[in-house]
C-alpha cells in the first residue's frame, strides 16, 4: 500500500494550495480518506476526512470555510484545496485512509499513511 501525497510548497499569507494524494495497492476502495498535519514541535492533528459513502466530510475547527476537501473514488485519489493560508497553516500534510464507516478524527484510526508534503505560509 502507497500513499503519496504531492502539492506542497512555499506560498504567501492569504494565498491557496491544492494538495492531492493518490492511494495505490490498496484491496478495497477506503470508506474514509483524510488529511492531518503535523508542525513543528507540535503533535501530529486531523484537518479534513470524506468518506466514500455519500461524500460527507469533516474538517477541524481552525480550517473550516478555507480548506475544501474531495475525493475521486475511482481513482483513489483525495485532495485539499487550502485557501485563505495562514502562517499557522504551514505544517507537512499527511494523508492518510481508513475503512471504518464513520468519520473519525484520531490518529489510530487510519490504517494506512502517507510520507507528506510540506506547505509552508510565510507572512
Known amino acids: 500500500v502507497q500513499l503519496v501525497e504531492s502539492g506542497g510548497e512555499l506560498v504567501q499569507a492569504g494565498d491557496s494550495l491544492r494538495l492531492s494524494c493518490a492511494a495505490s495497492?490498496?484491496?478495497?476502495?477506503?470508506?474514509?480518506m483524510g488529511w492531518f498535519r503535523q508542525a513543528p514541535v507540535k503533535e501530529r492533528e486531523f484537518v479534513s476526512a470524506?468518506?466514500?459513502?455519500?461524500?460527507?466530510?469533516r474538517y477541524a475547527d481552525s480550517v473550516k470555510g478555507r480548506f475544501t476537501i474531495s475525493r475521486d473514488n475511482a481513482k483513489n485519489m483525495v485532495y485539499l484545496q487550502m485557501n485563505s493560508l495562514r502562517p499557522e497553516d504551514t505544517a507537512i500534510y499527511y494523508c492518510?485512509?481508513?475503512?471504518?464507516?464513520?468519520?473519525?478524527?484520531?490518529?489510530?484510526?487510519?490504517?494506512?499513511w502517507g510520507q507528506g508534503t510540506q506547505v509552508t505560509v510565510s507572512s
Open positions: 495497492g490498496l484491496t478495497f476502495s477506503p470508506l474514509v
Open positions: 492518510a485512509v481508513s475503512n471504518r464507516y464513520d468519520i473519525k478524527t484520531a490518529l489510530n484510526d487510519y490504517e494506512y
Open positions: 470524506i468518506s466514500r459513502i455519500g461524500g460527507a466530510a
